[in-house]
């Protein structure tokens, strides 16, 4: 219930920050200022002694935040990526949340695996290791199937993860709506629907059915990729809470010093990593949205291994061609587009000022251009953004925050493997080919081929729905103008004209 008694659950989260000694580190990774400080300080402090003690052989932000649970623990992964919001210190200090946490024991693991399965481990496997990663929700053991021999990796949910998770998601829709009633404000970012987001895509992750089809799904969609790989789904060995992949080895990609003695280019995967997710967002409208460092490794042969399948993200057509023109927008440094396509988007209110809006972008952009990665501060730009969009009455579109928080984790990944990356740079040529391929003459053609297709569907009832229209055309007191009659005759037929027009212009393209 999202009641009062969540408020117990908020001051323990301050008080557990405060015992830890992480309070103050986080403050200061925040740059908050002196008052946001003062009392932040106030109010947790005399609550100290209420806080959880976590484990205290691991740093203080990382003991909080692994005693207050797992959706804390996710929020902690964001920050691991984001060396230029909270520090190096902080960044380096949590990144063990991505898969290094405490495991539980492998008899309990066990035990799940023959529960889901339905046999022994034994049977099914003719080893079955020690965790070899452990993360917020489930943790990883590899073992060799015994009928086949094939080394895999099978994944096991933590015992209990869902109670705790919903746990800390009452408590957040609660404080979300504190935040609404005592900040008005804060209305236009939609709060209670962010959390909601979050909710509905974590749940996503306490199901590893679901999970094993979008790492089925996107391994079909990148089947092509060049220098890129996903490990193959083994279905009959996997469930709700178990799930069993082909065995990926590589390096981690956020062990820096193990991928230069391998001998591998940084720089290059830094660019390689921050393609693939553009092109996967863009090309497929279907992308992982949880590529951290621990979710990722790099293979012998230089190749990109992607696993974790449990957060996946997902656009359709026309919003893809929105961000895509607001990302080559920024590139040509043409704000006034840029601008525009919010308007047109819907994304800002028709009665505020696009030239104004326009050069607020411009505000944004061009410091950005001419300067490598670190000189900029994402930090004091994401502040800076916020007050453009307070400024203008934007509103959080919530379809577009799994997309925006993706994309600032996989540019985090990115400056962690090449601090110089310029991420502009990068990007453009795939979204130049995106565009392209999609906005222009040839995606015209498209368009109107997949609405002959449509049309297509309803060539079999033409007759009954021409038939229709003449006979609701002979009952003068219900039926509607002769002149409206006769437009949707002309628009059926002419839908149907176009589209065979359109077949004809594709099949000749």
């Known amino acids: 219930m999202r009641g009062p008694h969540n408020i117990w659950r908020l001051i323990r989260t ?7 000694g992480a309070m103050t580190i986080v403050l200061d990774a925040f740059e908050t200022g002196p008052a946001v400080r003062f009392t932040a300080r106030a109010l947790a402090w005399p609550f100290r002694w209420l806080g959880y003690r976590g484990d205290p052989s691991l740093p ?3 003991r909080a935040v692994t005693a207050l649970g797992p959706a804390y623990i996710k929020f902690g992964q964001i920050l691991s990526t984001r060396p230029d919001v909270v520090g190096d210190e902080l960044a380096q200090e949590l990144r063990v949340l991505q898969d290094k946490l405490p495991p539980f024991p492998v008899a309990e693991a066990m035990a799940e695996v023959q529960r889901e399965l339905g046999q022994p481990v034994d049977r099914l496997f003719s080893s079955f290791s020690e965790p070899v990663a452990a993360a917020s929700i489930a943790q990883v053991h590899k073992a060799v199937v015994r009928e086949t021999g094939e080394e895999v990796a099978v994944k096991v949910l933590r015992p209990g993860v869902e109670r705790a998770f919903y746990r800390d998601i009452d408590a957040f829709y609660f404080a979300a709506r504190m935040v609404e009633i005592l900040s008005p ?23 590893l059915r679901l999970e094993s089809a979008g790492a089925s799904e996107f391994a079909a969609n990148t089947s092509g990729d060049e220098a890129f790989a996903v490990p193959k789904v083994r279905w009959d ?3 709700r809470r178990v799930m069993t992949l ?6 981690s990609a956020g062990d820096n010093a193990a991928l230069d003695e391998a001998g591998h280019d940084r720089a290059k995967i830094a660019t390689r990593v921050l393609q693939l997710f553009l092109s996967h967002a863009l090309r497929d409208g279907f992308f992982h949205a949880d590529m951290h460092q621990g979710n990722l490794k790099v293979g012998a042969n230089g190749d990109i291994i992607a696993y974790d399948f449990g957060i996946m993200g997902r656009i359709d057509a026309y919003t893809r061609r929105v961000y895509a023109e607001i990302l080559i927008g920024f590139i040509r440094r043409d704000y006034r587009r840029v601008a525009e396509v919010h308007f047109e988007a819907g994304y800002v209110p028709a009665d505020r000022d696009v030239d104004e809006f326009a050069s607020a972008l411009r505000a944004v952009g061009e410091p950005i251009f001419g300067m490598d990665a ?3 501060s994402m930090g004091r730009l994401l502040a800076y953004l916020f007050e453009v969009t307070e400024r203008f009455g934007m509103q959080t579109r919530t379809e577009l925050i799994l997309l925006q928080r993706t994309m600032v984790v996989v540019e985090g990944v990115a400056r962690s493997l090449d601090p110089h990356i310029n991420i502009w740079e990068v990007a453009r040529p795939v979204v130049e080919d995106y565009i392209k391929r999609s906005i222009g003459p040839s995606a015209m053609v498209n368009d109107l081929i997949r609405t002959a297709r449509v049309l297509s569907h ?6 009954q729905i021409v038939e229709s229209l003449l006979r609701r055309s002979s009952e003068p007191p219900v039926a509607p103008p002769r002149r409206k009659i006769r437009r949707d005759l002309v628009l059926l037929f002419a839908g149907g004209a176009i589209g065979g027009i359109a077949i004809l212009i594709g099949s000749v393209l």
């Open 246 to 251: 082909g065995w990926a080895e590589g390096i």
């Open 237 to 239: 060995l996997s469930s």
């Open 185 to 207: 404000s804060s209305r236009r970012l939609r709060p209670m629907d962010v959390i909601r987001h979050f909710e509905g895509v974590v749940r996503g992750e306490l199901d």
């Open 374 to 376: 670190s000189r900029i």
């Open 14 to 20: 301050g008080a557990t920050l405060e015992r830890a």
């Open 458 to 463: 309803f060539g079999p009832r033409l007759p």
């Open 60 to 62: 203080p932000a990382t």
